[in-house]
């Protein structure tokens, strides 16, 4: 069995994985927007969109779960138990694969009829992208069984090495003219050969382990009952966080889908970096929730050290991104993305304070308790993006419609939070946690840099006073 690395080295490898390929893939954005257009390539941003949103709904929160009960079955030495959860995994995957290849021939034998629902063109891209789903459910089981081990650095180098060849494989094509249908080809097959080398380096993890078809109700049980709790969860933020993108496509046409899902992608992915320095609370906690009893220290330092980092990389990026992006994109093409761009930024100052919640109940397995809270803030952004829409049909009213959702919703969430886990004061649970964020966000709003420079102080003063009180952050943990 492996070592288990530590939080620090997990963190830095789950924010190479994170970062590396968005970057790389940005500095060539405005290269692709030349060559391909900008209604291809707000074809091509909604295009992976559906292959983002099919991999996360059709696997039926199979990934979480995973990493969660092969690190249980770590934590407690039972191979027998991690053996029958690989199993079970290895064969809900295939499963899951095969009919998603079905629907794609399925679309492939309706199309030969002369059938079309979107142009045949992105019927074509379409299908192909659907064949190309069917192998990203591999690369989830192989990556969610590595990070079951904490094999965060084997994760990473293999899904950034895959990422990076496909970029590569998408830049050599449009640099020989081809378009969207060849660069989902040349998807399809790279992520098979990755995968393929992942199934190998995956395997090898797991010790004395054999393939088998032998059945067991209790692992199965445990696997789908989480499972079930987390694709919920998966859902619910697919509607909330996708649902805008499908509006403006729909209302707005695709060359200003192209510059919304940009500036939405790279908040996205921020958004991800910073659910990345703290994702190995899942199986952490998940190891240790049987024998630490103070564990909910993990809770309170994890959240006060991610708040205080996020809200840092937010407003520097605030005071950063104009005469980058300008330079990145060009005056022209930058200007259509501004305003959204400096929504997004207000919209993560309040969004992150749900990514150590969400990690932590599902560690503990308090599935119904996350699951409602999620479904209540995210119910809440969807309302308040279609009225906002209503109301004044443009992509920065969806935005608007958003930010205003969270900043009321999350303090319920933690009001809540604070009565079945932390017992503190329920006013500065529901309070002074979302301050800071808050503070950040009017920064951003308003462009007075004396009035930046107050709210910014202001939110830096509760900061230090409640989130890095000594009751609630301890630096060790973190250094473990």
Not at 140 to 148: A, D, E, R, T
């Amino acid at each position: 069995m492996q070592k288990t690395p530590g939080n620090i080295k997990n963190s830095s490898w789950n924010l190479a994985n994170i970062l590396l390929y968005p970057v790389a893939f940005l500095a060539l954005t405005p290269f692709f927007i030349d060559r391909l257009g900008e209604s291809d390539f707000g074809v091509w941003m909604l295009v992976n969109s559906y292959v983002y949103i099919a991999v996360h709904i059709v696997s039926f929160g199979m990934g979480n779960s995973i990493t969660a009960h092969v690190a249980e079955a770590i934590g407690k030495k039972n191979d027998k138990s991690l053996f029958n959860y690989i199993n079970i995994s290895t064969r809900t995957i295939a499963a899951i694969s095969f009919f998603t290849v079905i629907a794609g021939v399925i679309g492939y034998v309706i199309s030969n009829y002369g059938i079309v629902f979107f142009g045949e063109s992105l019927d074509k891209i379409l299908i192909v992208a659907t064949l190309v789903i069917s192998v990203k459910f591999w690369e989830l089981l192989y990556q969610s069984m590595l990070k079951g081990y904490e094999r965060y650095d084997l994760a990473s180098v293999y899904n950034i090495i895959s990422k990076l060849l496909v970029l590569a494989a998408q830049l050599a094509l449009v640099l020989r003219g081809f378009g969207l249908l060849e660069i989902f080809v040349s998807n399809f097959i790279l992520n098979l050969i990755m995968a393929i080398v992942q199934a190998i380096v995956s395997y090898k993890q797991v010790k004395g382990y054999k393939f088998s078809f032998v059945r067991s109700k209790l692992e199965r049980s445990n696997l789908f009952h989480f499972g079930l709790w987390t694709w919920l969860q998966t859902i619910i933020s697919v509607l909330a966080y996708q649902l805008d993108r499908f509006v403006v496509a729909i209302f707005l046409g695709p060359a200003i889908t192209g510059y919304y899902i940009l500036a939405s992608t790279i908040i996205n992915h921020m958004h991800m970096a910073f659910g990345a320095v703290v994702s190995w609370l899942l199986p952490k906690i998940s190891r240790k929730k049987e024998s630490d009893s103070n564990i909910k220290l993990y809770f309170t330092s994890l959240r006060s050290f991610l708040t205080g980092f996020s809200l840092l990389v937010i407003l520097l990026t605030y005071l950063l991104y104009r005469p980058v992006f300008t330079l990145w994109l060009g005056a022209e093409k930058f200007d259509k993305m501004n305003d959204f761009f400096r929504l997004f930024l207000v919209f993560e100052a309040f969004l992150l304070l749900t990514i150590v919640p969400l990690f932590y109940l599902n560690a503990v397995k308090m599935l119904k308790f996350i699951t409602s809270l999620e479904l209540m803030y995210k119910s809440g952004v969807i309302i308040g993006l279609l009225v906002a829409f209503a109301i004044v049909p443009t992509g920065n009213s969806i935005i608007v419609g958003q930010i205003i959702a969270l900043a009321v919703l999350i303090p319920v969430e933690y009001f809540l939070i604070n009565k079945r886990i932390l017992f503190d004061s329920p006013l500065k649970e529901s309070v002074l946690t979302i301050f800071p964020s808050a503070m950040i966000a009017l920064t951003i709003l308003f462009s007075q840099w004396y009035l930046g420079m107050a709210f910014t102080l202001a939110g830096a003063v509760v900061f230090k006073v409640y989130f890095l009180d000594a009751k609630r952050f301890n630096l060790k943990l973190l250094l473990e």
